[in-house]
């Protein structure tokens, strides 16, 4: 069975907020969650996150642009500016290259990041890389992708983990 490449990231998302009590999503590919979100947890958007005081579990995001320690451009205009603190845990869901076939994952980021050092982890449909003080750090490849087709894919150095997994989709 083919998979697309927003049925891959959110497949593979499903096990993220498993547990999750609030979360909070960012425009584009994290809203393709909300059909499939516990009735019990809190949802909010980016702007709700602004203006609470408290933090929430998860905040999901797509990006324009990941640097290697972290930070986030998002897709759109009028973003608010985040701060890691406003989460427990940072998940990028983007697909890995650009419109102009360039990848996300970079070293540096080329505009204003909305999110300073907030990326836990990326989840593409190539695989899903952790931010780490290794910088990007792959954990798990999609079928039928190899750690090679990642890092050819990635725009700075990649670690590949000892203990890389094969990214889970379907049942």
């Not at 998860?58 to 986030?72: C, F, K, Q, Y």
């Not at 190539?126 to 792959?138: H, P, W």
Request: aromatic share 2%.
């Amino acid at each position: 069975m083919a998979f697309t490449v927003e049925q891959i990231i959110i497949t593979r998302l499903l096990r993220e907020i498993a547990s999750v009590k609030s979360i909070a999503l960012g425009e584009g590919i994290p809203q393709l969650l909300i059909p499939h979100l516990p009735e019990d947890g809190r949802v909010l958007s980016l702007e709700d996150v602004t203006e609470e005081a408290a933090a929430v579990d998860l905040i999901i995001v797509e990006a324009t642009e990941v640097s290697r320690t972290g930070d986030i451009c998002l897709p759109y205009e009028g973003a608010p500016q985040l701060q890691k603190e406003k989460a427990r845990q940072w998940i990028v869901a983007t697909s890995h290259f650009n419109q102009r076939g360039e990848g996300k994952l970079v070293e540096t980021v080329t505009t204003e990041p909305q999110c300073p050092g907030c990326a836990d982890l990326i989840i593409t449909e190539l695989g899903v890389i952790a931010v780490s003080e290794l910088g990007f750090e792959l954990r798990e490849v999609a079928p039928g992708r190899s750690s090679d087709d990642v890092r050819a894919a990635v725009q700075t150095s990649l670690h590949v983990a000892d203990d890389i997994d094969l990214m889970k989709l379907g049942s």
